[in-house]
């Protein structure tokens, strides 16, 4: 099972909204409306941002929001802030119980 | 609150094995499934497996199989992954992860462990 596919970094400047995009295959994002996304501080755990390509758990702002078009899912985060500069996961779920993670996007709020 | 909390660190030399424990307090350690994911120094993660902690049944991730063992005490509310043939491509953060929709076919980790760092090397 090969690692999703997301760009290595991106940024923004405070106020901006950014989009990170996440593209597998038919097997696993194109598949099943299973995506979640994963923010991660240095040094710490990831948190739960986004499940189910759209939902998010409560306590995170809705300046988080998912979608999906075909075999990729995105991130948008809309009104930046300094706390949102962090790497970005993606993960679906990819058949017969399995998950795949993306690599990773470093976000970076100028 | 719901918290998952880790064993320490560890150190192996290669071909060792490694245990690591994850103790669930704050929900019913049998209504949820535990995921396992791991995350070697500068990478993203990587997912392991998962198990029932209901009924003990486990699912991994082809790369693992035969190498990885996951089980379960409810008596203790704690799961544990067990690792063998450790090498230096282990090396890397072992976390446990609940997934908060109780069923087994969904992506919502919801709550993570604190992580526990392995190392391999001779």
């Known amino acids: 099972q090969s690692a999703l596919t997301q760009p290595r970094s991106v940024s923004g400047s405070p106020g901006q909204s950014v989009t990170i995009s996440c593209t597998g295959t038919s097997s696993d994002v194109g598949g099943y409306n299973y995506v979640s996304w994963y923010q991660q501080h240095p040094g710490k755990a990831p948190k739960l941002i986004i499940y189910?390509?759209?939902k998010r758990p409560s306590g995170v702002p809705d300046r988080f929001s998912g979608s999906k078009s075909g075999y990729t899912a995105s991130l948008t985060i809309s009104g930046l802030q300094a706390e949102d500069e962090a790497d970005y996961y993606c993960c679906s779920y990819a058949g017969s119980l399995s998950r795949v993670f993306g690599g990773g996007t470093k976000l970076t709020v100028l | 609150q719901v918290q998952l909390v880790q064993s320490g660190a560890e150190v192996k030399k290669p071909g060792a094995s490694v245990k690591v424990s994850c103790k669930a307090s704050?929900?019913?350690?049998?209504?949820?499934?535990m995921h396992w994911v791991r995350q070697a120094p500068g990478q993203g993660p990587e997912w392991m497996g998962m198990i029932n902690p209901s009924g003990g049944s486990s699912t991994y991730a082809q790369k693992f199989q035969g190498r990885v063992t996951m089980t379960r005490d409810t008596s203790t509310s704690t799961v544990y992954m067990d690792l063998s043939s450790l090498r230096s491509e282990d090396t890397a953060v072992y976390y446990c992860?609940?997934?908060?929709?109780?069923?087994?076919?969904?992506?919502?980790?919801?709550?993570w462990g604190q992580g526990t760092l392995v190392t391999v090397s001779s």
């Open positions: 704050g929900y019913t350690l049998t209504y949820f499934y």
């Open positions: 992860a609940r997934d908060g929709t109780g069923i087994a076919v969904a992506g919502k980790l919801d709550y």
């Open positions: 189910d390509v759209t």
